[in-house]
C-alpha cells in the first residue's frame, strides 16, 4: 500500500432536503447522503430514491456504500487494475444484500428501495468514485478548475435513470480512480441539485459548488452543516419541485486555517 500523504486530510459536509412538491404533500425527502470516516478512508455518497419506500432504500443503499467503500477500499482499487466490471458488481451485490434483508423485515420487495448511487471516497493519496443514474460528481481539476467527473445517465426509457435494482446496474455503474496530489475536492449532486447547480448546455457544474468546497475546506464542521443545509433549502430547493441533496469532499492541506465565514449564500448562476 502506498505511503500516507502526511499533508492531507478531508473534511465532509453532507445536506439533503424535501423540494416543494413533497413539502406541498408533506411526503418524505426521497433523497439521502451521509459520510463516514474509518480505515484511513473518507467516504460520501448519496443516493435518491425511486421505489414505494423510496425514502429507507435511498438511506439503506448509502449505508452500505460507506460501510463497504470504507472496509474495501484496497481492494477494489486492486480490482480496478484489470477492470472495472468485478469492483461494480461487488459493490451493487453489498446494496442488494442490505436491500434483501430490509425488505425482508418491512415485508416488501427489494424494488421498493430502488434508488440510484454515487459516492466519493479518498485514502493515501488516491480516490475512487462511482456513479449509477442521474445527478452529477464534480470535482477540481489539478489546475483548480472546476469540471465534471461524472454527467447524469438516463436509464433505457426517457426521463428515467437507471436503479441499483435493475438487472444491469453493475454495468451501468461507472467507477473512476486517480491520484490526489494537490488540494482538491468532489461534490456529489442529485438531479434536483443539479437543476441549478449544473449546467446542461456545457456538461459544466456552476461556480457555486467551488464556492461550497472553498467553505467547506475553511469553515468549521458545525457552521459549514448550517451553510449548507440553509443554502440547499432557500437557494435551492426553493426553486423546484424535486428533493434536493449533496455531498462534499474537501482534500486540503493541514495546515489550512479555519476561517470564520457568515451570512454566505450561493447562486445557482453557471
Known amino acids: 500500500m502506498p505511503e500516507i500523504p502526511e499533508d492531507f486530510s478531508c473534511k465532509t459536509a453532507c445536506a439533503f432536503v424535501a423540494g416543494r412538491e413533497h413539502l406541498r404533500t408533506q411526503t418524505p425527502c426521497q433523497d439521502y447522503a451521509a459520510a463516514r470516516e474509518s480505515n ?34 484496497e481492494s477494489l482499487w486492486q480490482n480496478m487494475d484489470k477492470h472495472n466490471a468485478k469492483a461494480a458488481q461487488r459493490l451493487v451485490n453489498r446494496c442488494l444484500d442490505a436491500f434483501r434483508r430490509k425488505a425482508a423485515k418491512l415485508g416488501g420487495d427489494i424494488n421498493d428501495l430502488a434508488c440510484t448511487l454515487s459516492f466519493v471516497a479518498y485514502s493515501r493519496g488516491r480516490y475512487l468514485a462511482g456513479h449509477l443514474g442521474d445527478g452529477v460528481i464534480a470535482s477540481v481539476d489539478a489546475d483548480g478548475q472546476l469540471q465534471a467527473l461524472s454527467h447524469p445517465e438516463n436509464g433505457e426509457s426517457a426521463n428515467t435513470a437507471p436503479l441499483l435494482t435493475d438487472h444491469k446496474a453493475a454495468s451501468r455503474l461507472r467507477l473512476y480512480r486517480g491520484q490526489i496530489e494537490a488540494t482538491t475536492g468532489f461534490a456529489i449532486m442529485s438531479d434536483g441539485t443539479a437543476q441549478s447547480l449544473y449546467d446542461k448546455s456545457s456538461g459544466v457544474p456552476a461556480p457555486a459548488i467551488q464556492k461550497l468546497l472553498e467553505w467547506n475546506a475553511t469553515l468549521p464542521r458545525k457552521k459549514m452543516r448550517e451553510v449548507l443545509g440553509d443554502n440547499l433549502q432557500q437557494s435551492i430547493a426553493s426553486k423546484t419541485g424535486d428533493d434536493c441533496s449533496i455531498g462534499l469532499l474537501s482534500i486540503l492541506k493541514r495546515s489550512i486555517d479555519v476561517g470564520q465565514t457568515s451570512g454566505v449564500t450561493v447562486s445557482e448562476e453557471t
Open 40 to 73: 484511513e478512508v473518507t467516504c460520501i455518497s448519496l443516493a435518491v430514491g425511486a421505489g414505494s419506500s423510496s425514502e429507507i432504500g435511498a438511506q439503506v443503499a448509502v449505508t452500505a456504500t460507506l460501510a463497504f467503500v470504507c472496509k474495501n477500499f
